[in-house]
């Protein structure tokens, strides 16, 4: 399918995708949450994959679906590691640094429009693609970083972004896709990349396990609340998104998020949001603008 400006994208589609980009901001709150229990970034993300898959489960047996081909499945284990990596990334690093390493997202996605979907790369993409990487350049302030678990969450939330696009990218190649088991099958995803690197890197699983083990009833409702509230309505919203609107669009639209987790990681948590930091955003919210305006 051409994306290049032929594509019609429902107000509805776009309102509800906008809600799910808020709700995403504040993602970081969960995850810190679990680390003050001294549960630690790998066992969150694979914690979260499994409470994510089992409040899925029930939607698979509402309704009729769509087919399920292996674009979809590859497009669901692509946003499974991004799922991962992002939770990695924010018991890492700032939340502000995770955030604005994994918008480098519509980057991506535009390459991907134009390698795969006939798009034609303008003055638009090219202005896009500056405001993006020179916010980044300004929130590192010319340093990239290469040591210490920061760096490490600074690099998964690069390789997130990624992830999402190409994922994202692979949703939207059908409509006839099945949203309930394409949840489902990325919080699968997720499951399996997060039982991989709890089990090939993870040093604190018996900490972990003692503690989970200590608080156990607490953090069972927590989970709970967290699955059927949160993980899995939002994943499904979002999942819905990426089959309705084309994916630079998708990934520019949910910057929405940038704001909500900048804003919010500031108030709740006093994160550092200088000037640099503040450049930075606005810089990437401006390469937002100049695609939301091109698909006016």
């Not at 918008?103 to 996605?109: I, K, T």
């Not at 399996?192 to 083990?213: E, K, N, R």
């Not at 929405?256 to 900048?262: F, G, M, P, R, Y």
Request: charged fraction near 10%; include cysteine.
């Amino acid at each position: 399918m051409n994306v290049s400006g032929t594509h019609i994208v429902s107000p509805r589609a776009i309102g509800l995708v906008c809600a799910s980009a808020v709700l995403w901001g504040v993602y970081w709150l969960p995850v810190r949450t679990l680390n003050n229990f001294g549960i630690t970034g790998t066992w969150v993300a694979l914690l979260f994959a499994v409470t994510g898959l089992v409040a899925s489960l029930p939607f698979l047996f509402k309704g009729s679906h769509g087919k399920i081909g292996w674009q979809h499945l590859l497009g669901a284990l692509n946003i499974g590691v991004a799922f991962t990596l992002y939770a990695i990334a924010i018991s890492y690093s700032e939340v502000v640094r995770v955030v604005l390493l994994f918008y480098l997202a519509p980057v991506w996605s535009m390459l991907i429009e134009c390698v795969f979907f006939g798009r034609r790369f303008s003055y638009r993409i090219a202005l896009s693609l500056f405001f993006s990487f020179f916010g980044i350049v300004i929130i590192f302030r010319g340093e990239l970083p290469l040591e210490g678990l920061g760096a490490l969450g600074d690099w998964m939330a690069f390789f997130a972004g990624l992830c999402w696009s190409i994922g994202s990218a692979l949703m939207f190649m059908s409509k006839q896709i099945s949203v309930p088991a394409m949840t489902s099958a990325s919080f699968a995803g997720a499951l399996v990349v997060a039982a991989i690197m709890v089990l090939a890197f993870d040093t604190s699983t018996p900490y972990v396990l003692a503690t989970i083990q200590n608080n156990s009833l607490k953090l069972l409702v927590v989970f709970a609340l967290l699955g059927l509230f949160y993980l899995a309505p939002v994943t499904a919203l979002t999942l819905w998104g990426a089959t309705q609107i084309p994916p630079a669009m998708m990934s520019f639209i949910l910057t929405l998020e940038v704001i909500s987790a900048v804003s919010s990681s500031a108030f709740l948590i006093g994160e550092r949001f200088g000037l640099p930091e503040l450049l930075g955003t606005v810089l990437i919210i401006m390469g937002a603008l100049v695609e939301i305006v091109r698909r006016r």
